[in-house]
């Protein structure tokens, strides 16, 4: 009995001249050194990253030169199919006037092949009168009269042939503007077809290469705010704990701050992803304050505070009409120094952001 009473007292003298180890403060070193390296490692991702965003912007810039010609081949071959068409409408209206000539002439025949059937022969009274015999110069008189009759009618027929053989080639000619008008056509077609889908690809190309950047760049930054953020967290803490503890508001924004780099989606609220009011929601439940999932009654959850009298975990909303609250769509966490932190929008990621937007309607301190 002496024995164990003596095994007792030494136990609680060690107990008593040893200190209490202390908690370590959140967040942890252990943390802030892990987040420290997930900056540099997304730094190096992002080196990375950069030669081949180089590569593809040099082959964006071939494909604009590319783009460039066939946008100007397909210009020039607009300037050809204008030409075809004033070539083609000439055609068209030197034909229509030779065809016009051929109709004139063809008239002329007509009348003329009507007067022959009507019975101007050699047995009509006017060409008997003209081949009776007579005198020997009453003859040549009536002769040299059917020389000049059979000399106009082979000129009205000569006529007709000439106006025929002339349209016949502005005939070719004008197929042949025809022809040249619809290849033109089909180029021209073929060549925006072409210069289109290059410019779409052009413009698919830089959207992706700049997406790619913004995101890798929004990578890095969440990255290093995170983690110089934990570091300012770690002193806060160390000193909260000199001092006796930290506010409600310290503990809802010190934990957002966690969340960094998350993305943001529609409804969502943790732990991996969340939009602006459920992250809000998850930071203010881990001091035991119940919002809900809503801008709309998070507005209504505290007393509403001036802009220059912020503390760190209040409510910053954002709305349409800054001037009416029953606009508001947007909310963030106030964490210091003009500063939020926020889930901005589908695509983006829990960040820190400048609180002061020309949408700003107000803050509120949840109780």
Known sequence: ???????????????????????DPVPSSREVRKARQAARDRSRELGAASAHLATAQSRLDGMAAAVERLVEAYNGELVRLQQADQTYAQARARLASADAE????????????????????????????????????????????LAQMRSEQAAILDSLRDAQEVAAILRTQAANAY???RVLTERVALAKTVAEQAVARQRQETAELQARTVVLQRRVDA???RAELLARQRAASLQSMATGGSAMGDVAA??????????????????????CSGLVMRAWEKVGIQLDHWTGTQWTSGPHVPMDQLRRGDLLF??????????????????GNGQMVHAPQTGDVVRVASIWRGDLVGATRPR
């Not at 003209?130 to 009453?138: I, K, M, P, S």
């Not at 010190?254 to 939009?275: I, M, N, R």
């Open 318 to 335: 954002f709305g349409y009409v800054s001037s009416d609250p029953g606009t508001i769509h947007h909310v963030g966490i106030y964490v």
């Open 223 to 225: 990255a290093r705010t």
């Open 179 to 181: 022809a040249a008008h």
């Open 1 to 23: 009995m002496r024995a164990f009473r003596a095994g007792l007292l030494v136990c609680c003298l060690v107990v008593a001249l040893c200190p209490p180890v202390a908690a």
């Open 254 to 275: 010190d934990w957002a701050l966690t969340q960094l780099g998350k993305p943001y989606v529609w409804a969502a609220a943790g732990p991996d992803t969340y939009d």
């Open 102 to 145: 051929v109709e004139r002439a063809r008239r002329a025949v007509a009348l003329l092949a009507v007067e022959s059937y009507g019975g101007l022969g050699l047995t009509t009274p006017v060409v008997s009168m003209l081949v009776d015999q007579g005198d020997r110069a009453e003859v040549l008189h009536r002769a040299s009269l």
